[in-house]
Nanobody, 124 residues
Framework: QVRLVESGGGSVQAGGSLRLSCAVS????????MRWFRQAPGKEREGVAA???????AYADSVKGRFTISKDNAKNALYLQMNSLKPEDTAMYYC??????????????????WGQGTQVTVSS
């Protein structure tokens, strides 16, 4: 059974940092495109970052240079290091897995598995 469990969210002031973690169980970690999405109140869910089986990464323009996605294959863990946080980064952040060899443009409809989400709140 596949399960994704996020942790590491919280409240931080603008300019601060947080590191999100996602514990992945089930036989998908080394073959799926792993993603982080976020959703703010009243907005659509958007892709933030992605990493494929070859560890190639991709980022939304709004977070490039500030966020870093990584994974630890030995621990079946996915991470999102978030630096220089802004109030507009406030959202629920979701770990997600897509059955794809490469990470193409993010689309929530193509996600096979979701985590339950972790809240990130950035105050000005």
């Amino acid at each position: 059974q596949v399960r994704l469990v996020e942790s590491g969210g919280g409240s931080v002031q603008a300019g601060g940092s947080l590191r999100l973690s996602c514990a992945v169980s089930g036989p998908i970690f080394n073959t799926y495109c792993m993603r982080w999405f976020r959703q703010a109140p009243g907005k659509e869910r958007e892709g933030v970052a992605a990493i494929d089986r070859y560890s190639s990464t991709a980022y939304a323009d709004s977070v490039k240079g500030r966020f870093t996605i990584s994974k630890d294959n030995a621990k079946n863990a996915l991470y999102l290091q978030m630096n220089s946080l802004k109030p507009e980064d406030t959202a629920m952040y979701y770990c997600a897995a897509e059955s794809a060899r490469f990470c193409n443009r993010p689309d929530p409809k193509r996600i096979d598995y979701w985590g339950q989400g972790t809240q990130v709140t950035v105050s000005s």
